[in-house]
Nanobody
Framework: VRLVESGGGSVQAGASLRLSCKPS????????MGWFRQAPGKEREFVAA????????YYGDSVKGRFTIAVDNAENTVNLEMNLLKPEDTAIYYC???????????????????WGQGTQVTVSS
């Protein structure tokens, strides 16, 4: 499945952004969907994921309580609401899809089935 992200940008610390990911075909119910991020010189890091059924959500420790992942069935998108952004959130954010949620929260990014092209998020202090 092809994935297209949108919504990145540059903001000040404490601001909010929303990222959206649109799959090329109906993916919900077949794929868990989520986000990873990669900062310069660092490994790709798990951010958030939502299970195939939408009944479970998972978050990386560094974003818990600040980020929220949700499916918008009307728009056929999975969205990442990012609040209280910090400079350390600066990274390229990648949407991903895989049949299994555990590849997300175990940060098994090398085994993930599908990736988007990435969108830059820059948070300045």
């Amino acid at each position: 499945v092809r994935l297209v992200e949108s919504g990145g940008g540059s903001v000040q610390a404490g601001a909010s952004l929303r990222l959206s990911c649109k799959p090329s075909r109906h993916a919900f119910g077949y794929y868990a969907m989520g986000w990873f991020r990669q900062a310069p010189g660092k490994e790709r890091e798990f951010v958030a994921a939502i299970s195939r059924t939408g009944g479970n959500t998972y978050y990386g420790d560094s974003v818990k309580g600040r980020f929220t992942i949700a499916v918008d069935n009307a728009e056929n998108t999975v969205n990442l609401e990012m609040n209280l952004l910090k400079p350390e959130d600066t990274a390229i954010y990648y949407c991903a899809a895989d049949p299994d949620s555990w590849r997300f929260y175990n940060n098994l990014h090398s085994e993930i089935d599908s990736w988007g092209q990435g969108t830059q998020v820059t948070v300045s202090s």
